[in-house]
Each structure stands twice: as structure tokens, then as C-alpha cells.
């Protein structure tokens, strides 16, 4: 059974940080881009930031770009987003999902149509 989970949310002061682990078992990212996304209460689901297959290429959403650092790693199957000076407005409950990228493999982007979701960590910032 394909498994996404992740790990890594709580609560910390605006200005804090925090790292989010994704783990994949069941199957391997070597194929797979992998995305993180996030919904606040009340809105809708955003995509926040990927990272290609290969090379390692990454996109972030404005909101997130020079605070939030996408990253994986292969050989343990996990991905990671590092989030540091974080805001009130960054609060929500983050997935990461991974969508199969075998023709396009230095290629992605937040908002793809993901084929495996994680069941998401809550990240609450506040003082």
C-alpha cells in the first residue's frame, strides 16, 4: 500500500521555524516529484512549493520564497520543507503529495495533480 505521511507540525511564536519530514513507504520517490501544499481554515488548498524528480529543481509560491526550503531524500525516501521565520498567516494544516514523473523528470510544479496525498500535519503560528 503507497504511504505518504508527515511528520514535523506544532505550534511555534511568529519568527520560529520548523521542519516537516515527508515519509513514502510502499513505493519510491526516485519517481515521483513531490509537492507540499497547505489549507487554512476557511480557504483553499494551496500549492507551496515542489521539487523535480531530478536536479533537485524546486519552485516556491511568492508567499513562501526565502523562507521555505524544499528538499529529499532518495536513498530514505522522504522529502522535507524547511520553514523558517514563520507568520501567523502561515498557519494551516500542510500535505505533502507526490505525482509519478516519468516523462517530465526536472519538471514541477505545487499545483499538479498529484497521485498520492499525505494526511497532512497542523502548523500553527502564533504568539
Known amino acids: 500500500q503507497a504511504l505518504l505521511v508527515e511528520s514535523g507540525g506544532g505550534s511555534v511564536q511568529p519568527g520560529g521555524s520548523l521542519t516537516l519530514s515527508c515519509a513514502a513507504s510502499?513505493?519510491?520517490?526516485?519517481?515521483?516529484?513531490i509537492g507540499w501544499l497547505r489549507q487554512a481554515p476557511g480557504k483553499e488548498r494551496e500549492g507551496i512549493s515542489c521539487?523535480?524528480?531530478?536536479?533537485?529543481?524546486?519552485r516556491y509560491t511568492d508567499s513562501v520564497k526565502g523562507r521555505f526550503t524544499i528538499s529529499r531524500d532518495n536513498a530514505k525516501n522522504m522529502a522535507f520543507l524547511q520553514m523558517n521565520n514563520l507568520k501567523p498567516e502561515d498557519t494551516a494544516i500542510y500535505y505533502c503529495?507526490?505525482?509519478?514523473?516519468?516523462?517530465?523528470?526536472?519538471?514541477?510544479?505545487?499545483?499538479?495533480?498529484?497521485?498520492?496525498w499525505g494526511q497532512g500535519t497542523q502548523v500553527t503560528v502564533s504568539s
Open positions: 521539487i523535480s524528480r531530478k536536479d533537485g529543481i524546486t
Open positions: 510502499g513505493f519510491s520517490l526516485d519517481y515521483y516529484a
Open positions: 503529495a507526490a505525482v509519478l514523473a516519468a516523462t517530465a523528470p526536472y519538471y514541477c510544479t505545487p499545483v499538479d495533480n498529484f497521485d498520492y
